[in-house]
């Protein structure tokens, strides 16, 4: 047995925001919780659009969880939280997401070799859920992690990324 405590986290599901409105949430969360971390899924949406499936925990026991469409903007400012903390966090202009992010280009590798020189630690692992296995790499940072998650058809196929 480990000595980590498990944490009982309230998730909350947020559906319909503005990014702008998103964007908010989490200066607030860092503002008021020194606790506050990210938990990030990066994916593309079937229309090309990257965004980031998000968990953003606070005060100990609350997560919520939201698609955060992307820009190159506001992908700095997450990066920079991840790093800083409330400290690392950045002003945002422009909450439009950019749905030319992901055109020409592997996306999911770009993002992790780009997110790769920043991280403190890596981990592989592969999990089951609902009758599916997944092969993850996970980043960790600071202030939360990013979880890359890919799929696996055939479980004897499994590489290392």
Same mark, same amino acid.
């Given at each position: 047995?480990? !000595? %980590?405590?498990?944490?009982?986290? %309230?998730?909350?599901? @947020?559906?319909?925001? #503005?990014?702008?409105?998103? *964007?908010?949430? *989490?200066?607030?969360?860092?503002?008021?919780?020194?606790?506050? #971390?990210?938990? +990030?899924?990066?994916? *593309?949406d079937q229309s090309g659009q990257a965004y980031y499936w998000t968990g953003l925990r606070y005060g100990? &026991?609350?997560?919520?969880?939201?698609? /955060? &469409?992307? !820009?190159?903007?506001?992908?700095?400012?997450? /990066?920079?939280?991840?790093?800083?903390?409330?400290?690392? @966090?950045?002003?945002?202009?422009?909450?439009? #997401?950019?749905?030319?992010?992901?055109?020409?280009?592997?996306? +999911?590798? #770009?993002?992790?070799?780009?997110? /790769?020189?920043? &991280? %403190?630690? +890596?981990?592989?692992?592969?999990?089951?859920?609902?009758?599916?296995?997944? %092969? !993850?790499?996970?980043?960790?940072?600071?202030y939360g992690s990013i979880i890359y998650s890919q799929e696996i058809k055939n479980v004897f196929s499994?590489?290392?990324?």
């Amino acid at each position: 047995m480990n !000595n %980590q405590s498990f944490i009982p986290y %309230q998730r909350l599901e @947020l559906k319909n925001m #503005s990014t702008e409105k998103i *964007i908010s949430i *989490i200066r607030v969360a860092a503002k008021n919780y020194d606790d506050t #971390s990210l938990i +990030l899924t990066p994916r *593309i949406d079937q229309s090309g659009q990257a965004y980031y499936w998000t968990g953003l925990r606070y005060g100990g &026991c609350t997560e919520l969880d939201f698609k /955060l &469409c992307l !820009n190159k903007e506001i992908e700095a400012f997450i /990066l920079c939280f991840l790093l800083k903390g409330k400290d690392g @966090l950045v002003d945002v202009g422009n909450f439009t #997401s950019d749905p030319t992010m992901t055109h020409g280009i592997n996306w +999911l590798q #770009s993002h992790m070799y780009r997110h /790769l020189e920043y &991280c %403190q630690g +890596l981990k592989d692992f592969i999990r089951t859920s609902n009758g599916r296995t997944f %092969q !993850n790499r996970k980043l960790t940072f600071p202030y939360g992690s990013i979880i890359y998650s890919q799929e696996i058809k055939n479980v004897f196929s499994a590489q290392p990324q």
